[in-house]
C-alpha cells in the first residue's frame, strides 16, 4: 500500500547485513551513484551521474515553490501552467511541438505540486542536442496558444468533477477540512477559479516558481560533465534571476476529532484515512521515526498493522502508514479499505495497535529487522537511471549534499531501541490521531 | 497509449512508479542493434525441464528475479474463478522449512521485496534483492514449487483478503466492472470472459482443497521458467540454478493446457453501465486482435499507435484538440489465446456520448480507407523502437516482457525478432491488417454513464 508514501518514503528502503553473509557472487559496483556536481560557466549547477549502459539521458529538475503560492480565487493554475509547458514553443504550435518531440523520441512534461515545481526530460542519446534545445525553447519562449490553453481548463475541470466521487481525493479533502481547513494545503480549484485563470496569471506564474536561484538539476545518462555544462546554460540561461514568493505558514492542526469524519459514496467498501502528529524532515528523530513507521505500517508484509488486520483477520487488501512531511505540515498517515460493515472494527485495531506501541514500543527484533529492510533494500533504489534522477531530486529537496547516497544507511543504523521507544511514547497515541471514513461505514 | 488492462492481478498494490514501469514493457520491445551485445539475453535448460534466461545489467548489484507458471486464470474449470489467483496470494504461506508467515518476513529482512500476480494466462513470483542474497531466496522459491503447506487456519483469512480485493479494486471502481462485462461478451464461450479474481459467489465458495487440487496439478519445475534480470550472467547462474531448482523432481503428472479457440462475435454487443461515482461518460469500442506470436501483431500495434496512441495520434489531434473530448486513445493488447484492439473517448463538457461516438468512428474509418502518411510510419515505428531502449533502463520491466512472452509459448529468437518485425511493417501492412479486425466486424461497445445518487 504504496499510495501513501511521500517522497521519503519512496526512498527509505531497507536491509544490512545483520544476517550471516551467504555466498557471494560476482564483483559489484563499489557506489550506488557516482554523484558529481558540476557548474556551468553560467552558474547552473547540476548532480550528474554518467552511464552509458542505456544510450539515453534523463534530467529532472525542480524549484522549491508550487500551488501553494496560487492565488486563492485562481487555484488551479499552477496545474494549467504545467499542462501547458510542452504544448508549443518558439515557432512550433502545439501539434509541430508534440510532433517534434515524438520525433525525437523525448518525452518532456512538468508538475506543479504543493511546494515544489518540477520537470522532468527523458531521450535519446542521438537526440539529445535537439531535445535540451526543445526545453531550452519551452523555457525562453513559451506560447499560451489559445486552443491548448482551453484545453487544459476543460481538463482539469472534468478531472476536479471526478475528484468529487473518486473516494481517496474525497477522503484527503476531508482530511484537510477537518485539520487545517482555510491553510493553503486545505483549499482546493474548483470550476469557478479555473474558470478564472487568464493567460498573463500564468505567464507570471511562470516568472515567479521557475527562477535560476531556486533551480535544482540532476541528469542521469550518457552524457559527460563538459559536455552537460554548456547544455545547463543553453537550457536555463533565459530564467529570471529570481523573485519574490508569497510565504507559506505552517499549518496549525486543529485539535483531534474523537469520531471518525464520515463521507457517504455508494460502495461496498470503505475506505479510511488517518493522521496525527509526525516530524519534520530535519527533526533529528526522523530516521528514528522513519524505523518505527516501518514497524507500524510501512513494511509491506512486516508491519504490525499488516499482521493484525490482513494476515490474522482478513479484514483488508492492504493496510500501510506514512510519514507525511511536506514543508509547512507534517504528519504521521496511514490508510485502508474493508468492507464497510466492519469499518468501526478496522479503526478499533488501528487505534489499539497504535497505543500498544506507544505504550510498550517496538521489540530488539523488530527494530533489527526494520534497519535490515530500510538499509538492504536501498540499492534497490539505485538500479535504474529514471530511478537514481528521482531519488537524487528527493534527496536535493530534502537539502541533502551530494554524497548522502553514501551516508544514507548510516543514520538509519544509529538508531536504538531508545530512540524508537522514545519517538512510539511521544507520537503513538491513538486519541491524537483523526479518523475519517469515505464509504457507507455501518455505524 | 498503455492500459493496465492486462488485467494481472497482484497480491499488493504495487506502486505507480511500478504500475508504469510494468506497463511501459508492455508497448516496449527488445534488441536494437547498438546495444545488442549489452542485452544480449542469456539461457539454459535444467535437467527436470526447467527453462532460464538471464538478462544482464550490472549498473547496481541488484537482481530481479521472476518465476513464471505456464498456468493462469483461463485454466480454471466452471464455478472455480479465482482459483489461480487465492493460490497465488497462498504460496506465500508456509512450507515445512519456512513457518507460517514467514516468507516475506525473511525476503524483508534480507533487503528484499517481494509480489506475485495472476493474468489470464500465467502466474508470476518475484524477488528483487541485493546479488549475495538471491541463492537464500531461491532455495525458498524452489521450497514452495512443490513443498507448499495449507493450514486451514491460514486458508480462510486470506480467502477474505482477496474479497477485499475484489471490492476495492473492481467493486469499488465502475471502470473495473464494465471491464468485466466486455470481457464477458468479447470472450463469450472462452475462460477469458470469467474475472481473474474471480466471481464474488464463487470465491466464497473456494476451499483448502480446491488450492491444494490446484497447486498439484499445475505447480512443478517442468511448467516454470525462469528468468533473473540484473547483476547476473548464466555463467554465475546456471550452477546455482541447477543446484538449487535442478533438485526440484519433475511432478511427471502436471496437466497440459488446454482452451477452446476464441470465437468471432456472433453480433455487435452495446454494454453500458450506469454509476452514481461516474461523473463524465465514456465510451470505447473493443474488437478481438491478436494473439501473442501473431504474424499480424506488429502492424496491429504500429496502426493503432498511429490512430490513438499519443498526442500526435489522429484521435488526439481530431477530439481533443477540437474540444469534442478530453481523452482518447487507441491501443492493441496481444493475450496467449487472442488479444484485443480498441478505442476510446471521454467526451468534453457539452459533447453527448453518441456525438463523441460518431466522430471516433468518423477518425477511425478515414484512417482504415487512407492508411498512414509516410511520416506517421515513421514516426510511430521510431517511437516503439526508443521505448524498447527505454524499458532496457529497467530490469523489472525486461523480465517482464521476456516472461511473459517465454510463459506465451515464444522462442527467444523470436522475442528477439520483435524491432526487425516492427521496422519492417508497410503502409500497406498497417491497411490490410486494421481492416482485417476492425472493418466491418462485430465488435463490443461499452458505455459508462452517471447515475444519479438512489
Known amino acids: 500500500m504504496r499510495r501513501l508514501a511521500g517522497s521519503v518514503l519512496a526512498l527509505a528502503l531497507a536491509g544490512c547485513a545483520t544476517q550471516a553473509p551467504v555466498a557471494v557472487i560476482g564483483a559489484s559496483r563499489s557506489s550506488l551513484a557516482d554523484v558529481q556536481v558540476v557548474t556551468s560557466p553560467g552558474g547552473i549547477t547540476a548532480w550528474l551521474v554518467s552511464e552509458s549502459f542505456v544510450p539515453m539521458i534523463s534530467m529532472e529538475w525542480t524549484w522549491q515553490g508550487g500551488a501553494s503560492v496560487e492565488p486563492p480565487e485562481m487555484r488551479g493554475i499552477g496545474w494549467v501552467l504545467a499542462y501547458m509547458m510542452n504544448e508549443g514553443a518558439g515557432d512550433m504550435d502545439t501539434s509541430a511541438y508534440g510532433a517534434r518531440m515524438e520525433d525525437l523520441n523525448m518525452k518532456f512534461a512538468c508538475g506543479v505540486w504543493a511546494d515544489w515545481t518540477n520537470c522532468g526530460m527523458t531521450t535519446l542519446k542521438e537526440t539529445a542536442d535537439e531535445s535540451f534545445d526543445m526545453v531550452r525553447l519551452a523555457f525562453s519562449d513559451l506560447r499560451f496558444d489559445d486552443e491548448p490553453f482551453g484545453r487544459a481548463k476543460r481538463e482539469m475541470i472534468v478531472g476536479l468533477q471526478d475528484d468529487e466521487t473518486n473516494p481517496k481525493a474525497v477522503a484527503s479533502k476531508a ?80 485539535p483531534p476529532l474523537a469520531e471518525p469524519v464520515v463521507k457517504e459514496l455508494p460502495q461496498p467498501q470503505t475506505l479510511i484515512l488517518f493522521s496525527g502528529p509526525g516530524v519534520r524532515r530535519e527533526d533529528p528523530d526522523f530516521y528514528a521515526a522513519y524505523v518505527l513507521n516501518y514497524i507500524l505500517g510501512g513494511g509491506a508484509f512486516s508491519s504490525r498493522l499488516t499482521d493484525e488486520i490482513r494476515e490474522k483477520r482478513g479484514l483488508t487488501y492492504g493496510i500501510g502508514t506514512g510519514l507525511s512531511i511536506q514543508p509547512h505540515f507534517w504528519r504521521w498517515t496511514g490508510s485502508s479499505s474493508t468492507m464497510n460493515d466492519k469499518a468501526d472494527e478496522v479503526v478499533t485495531l488501528i487505534r489499539e495497535n497504535i497505543a500498544r506501541l506507544g505504550r510498550e514500543g517496538p521489540t530488539t527484533d523488530e527494530l533489527a529487522d526494520a534497519k535490515a529492510f530500510i538499509t538492504g533494500a536501498f540499492p534497490l533504489a539505485f538500479d535504474s537511471n529514471t530511478k537514481i534522477a528521482q531519488n537524487l531530486i528527493g534527496f536535493l529537496q530534502d537539502g541533502m549534499p551530494a554524497d548522502y547516497v553514501e551516508r544514507r544507511n548510516s543514520y538509519f543504523q544509529a538508531v536504538t531501541l531508545d530512540d524508537v521507544k522514545r519517538v512510539a511514547a511521544t507520537y503513538m497515541k491513538p486519541e491524537n490521531f483523526t479518523f475519517v471514513m469515505v464509504g457507507k461505514p455501518v455505524r | 497509449m ?188 472462452h475462460p477469458y470472459a470469467i474475472p481473474i479474481i474471480g466471481h464474488m459467489d464463487e470465491l466464497a465458495k473456494l476451499s483448502r482443497d480446491d488450492a491444494v487440487d490446484w497447486y498439484r496439478t499445475w505447480y512443478g519445475p517442468e511448467n516454470a521458467i525462469l528468468v533473473v534480470a540484473g547483476d547476473m550472467t548464466a555463467a554465475e547462474l546456471k550452477p546455482l540454478a541447477e543446484q538449487i531448482y535442478g533438485a526440484v523432481p519433475r511432478r511427471g503428472d502436471l496437466k497440459v493446457r488446454k482452451w477452446p479457440r476464441v470465437r468471432p462475435l456472433a453480433k455487435s454487443v452495446e454494454i453500458s453501465h ?105 514516426r510511430a515505428k521510431d517511437m516503439i523502437a526508443a521505448s524498447a531502449i527505454f524499458a532496457r533502463d529497467n530490469q523489472m520491466s525486461m523480465a517482464e516482457w521476456y516472461g511473459e512472452r517465454l510463459t506465451a509459448g515464444q522462442t527467444l529468437e523470436h522475442i528477439e525478432g520483435w524491432d526487425e518485425r516492427i521496422r519492417a511493417v508497410t503502409a500497406a501492412d498497417v491497411v490490410r491488417v486494421l481492416n482485417k479486425y476492425l472493418a466491418g466486424v462485430n465488435h463490443v461497445d461499452a458505455l459508462l454513464v452517471p447515475e444519479a445518487p438512489r
Open chain 2, 274 to 378: 450506469a454509476d452514481p461515482k461516474v461523473s463524465q461518460a465514456s465510451w470505447s469500442r473493443y474488437w478481438l486482435g491478436v494473439a501473442m506470436g501473431d504474424p499480424d501483431a506488429e502492424a496491429l500495434q504500429v496502426g493503432m499507435e498511429i490512430l490513438g496512441g499519443g498526442r500526435v495520434s489522429r484521435l488526439y489531434r481530431e477530439l481533443n484538440e477540437q474540444g469534442q473530448a478530453v481523452m482518447s486513445m487507441g491501443y492493441s493488447m496481444e493475450m496467449e489465446g487472442r488479444g484485443y484492439a480498441a478505442i476510446s473517448a471521454t467526451p468534453a463538457p457539452g459533447v453527448a456520448i453518441e456525438g463523441i461516438e460518431a466522430a471516433a468512428m468518423d477518425v477511425t474509418t478515414r484512417f482504415l480507407r487512407e492508411g498512414p502518411t509516410t511520416e506517421e510510419l515513421k
Open chain 1, 175 to 254: 482530511m484537510n477540512a477537518a485539520l487545517i481547513s482555510g491553510h493553503p494545503y486545505a483549499t482546493v480549484a474548483t470550476e469557478a477559479t479555473v474558470s478564472a485563470i487568464q493567460k498573463a496569471d500564468a505567464r507570471k506564474l511562470m516568472a515567479q516558481l521557475m527562477t535560476k536561484d531556486r533551480l535544482k538539476v540532476v541528469v542521469v545518462g550518457d552524457i559527460a560533465a563538459e559536455e552537460l555544462k554548456p547544455k545547463l546554460d543553453e537550457v536555463f540561461g533565459s530564467l529570471p534571476a529570481t523573485s519574490v514568493l508569497p510565504v507559506v505558514p505552517d499549518a496549525q492542526a486543529r
Open chain 2, 2 to 189: 498503455i492500459l493496465t488492462k492486462r488485467l494481472a492481478t497482484s497480491r499488493i498494490v504495487r506502486s505507480i512508479a511500478a504500475l508504469v514501469a510494468a506497463t511501459v514493457a508492455l508497448i516496449a520491445l527488445p534488441a536494437s542493434a547498438q546495444t545488442e551485445a549489452v542485452w544480449k539475453p542469456e539461457t539454459f535448460r535444467l535437467s527436470n525441464g526447467m527453462t532460464a534466461v538471464v538478462l544482464p545489467d550490472h549498473r547496481a548489484p541488484v537482481v530481479t528475479h521472476m518465476l513464471w507458471y505456464r498456468v493462469g486464470s483461463a485454466d480454471e474449470v466452471a464455478g472455480k474463478s479465482g482459483l489461480a489467483h487465492f493460490l497465488e496470494h497462498l504460496m506465500f504461506k508456509a512450507t515445512d522449512k519456512i513457518p507460517a508467515g514467514e516468507f516475506s518476513k525473511i525476503v524483508a529482512r534480507n533487503g528484499g521485496q517481494d509480489n506475485a500476480a495472476t493474468s489470464f494466462d500465467y502466474t508470476v513470483y518475484h524477488f528483487r534483492i541485493a546479488k549475495d542474497r538471491l541463492p537464500q531466496m531461491m532455495r525458498m522459491e524452489a521450497d514452495r514449487m512443490v513443498h507448499l503447506k495449507l493450514d486451514e487456519a491460514e486458508v480462510i483469512p486470506e480467502l477474505n483478503v482477496v474479497r477485499e480485493e475484489r471490492r476495492q479494486n473492481v467493486e469499488s471502481s465502475p471502470a473495473a466492472e464494465l471491464d468485466e462485462k466486455v470481457y464477458a461478451e468479447l470472450y463469450a464461450g
